[in-house]
């Protein structure tokens, strides 16, 4: 079990570097730029908006449920999009990334907030699961894009698509599990925080 554990590891590791390089530089893009593209990502938040807007919940379980079940839908998406030579995944951990960086700079240019305690409060109880999570899908995403550019180009061997398919369980078993804890850390601890910071 260890052993598969670290083969599994070294498949990754270099599309995890990747995926978590492409979601920082989303981050300082969207903090640093804010100004610049904030026309490009403000749809995305009023879309984000309106959904939350939309759903109505009578307990903190159906939030849970709601946040995990969309969550979960936005990682499978990115593994699957992996097919598109990996475009689906690499451009949705760039947005992620951009997303957070534009919205805590925003909130704490209106709020007059630290970015710091935004952060803390506000990202980091939920976001300690929910972005390696998301890393996890985007990284497995990017991985079976390189392989289809592979297969493509005449580069690869069914081996290499036996592998990657026995890590795809795995991989969709942990970004489960953690974002199982991040939908609830999101539902019920980080209100709690943002309320008392705010």
Known sequence: MMQRLKELNRRMRP?????????????????????????????????????????????????????FDNNWMVSLYMVAGGLLLGLVPAVG????????????TTLSERDHMSPLWIVLAGVLPHGIFEIPAYLLAAGMGLRLGLLVARTGAGRAHRRDWTAILQDVAPIVGAFTVLLLIAAFMESHVTPWLLHKVI
């Open 93 to 104: 951990v760039l947005i992620n990334g951009a997303l957070i960086g534009y919205v805590i």
């Open 15 to 67: 599309f995890l570097w990747i995926a978590g390089g492409l979601f920082f530089l989303g981050i300082l893009l969207g903090a640093i730029a804010a100004p610049g593209i904030g026309h490009l990502l403000r749809p995305f938040v009023t879309g984000l908006r309106q959904e939350a807007l939309d759903l109505r919940f009578d307990t903190k379980g159906q939030l849970e449920w709601a946040l």
